[in-house]
Nanobody
Framework: QVQLVESGGGSVQAGGSLRLSCAASGDTYSRACMGWFRQAPGKEREGVAVITGPRIYYADSVKGRFTISQDNARNTVYLQMNSLTPDDTAMYYC????????????????????WGQGTQVTVSS
């Protein structure tokens, strides 16, 4: 079993920054790939960024603005979000997969068996 707890969400103005954290516990073999998804009201959950070993993948919409990182023990995953826009407003979820992530499938929601409770990010114009 894997437990994921997000923190760091909040409300900011456009152009601002936030840093999300995801504290993971439990079986490390079940979290070979970890990362962030988001879901805005009325929209499907979408991949934001994931990290798996030396590989990192980002959604095109956040490239150059968001940075994902992980501590050496792989117990905490961070998402530094800069230059936020109202389009980034969503509930952000930490996710973990027992499988490594690859470029063609990293954003597939069904690959992730563990999810946090989510943290709200609201960006005002």
């Amino acid at each position: 079993q894997v437990q994921l707890v997000e923190s760091g969400g909040g409300s900011v103005q456009a152009g601002g920054s936030l840093r999300l954290s995801c504290a993971a516990s439990g079986d490390t073999y079940s979290r070979a790939c970890m990362g962030w998804f988001r879901q805005a009201p009325g929209k499907e959950r979408e991949g934001v960024a994931v990290i798996t070993g030396p590989r990192i993948y980002y959604a095109d919409s956040v490239k150059g603005r968001f940075t994902i990182s992980q501590d050496n023990a792989r117990n905490t995953v961070y998402l530094q979000m800069n230059s936020l826009t109202p389009d980034d407003t969503a509930m952000y979820y930490c996710a973990a997969s027992r499988w490594d992530c690859y470029s063609g499938s990293w954003s597939t929601v069904g690959r992730y068996g563990y999810w946090g409770q989510g943290t709200q990010v609201t960006v005002s114009s």
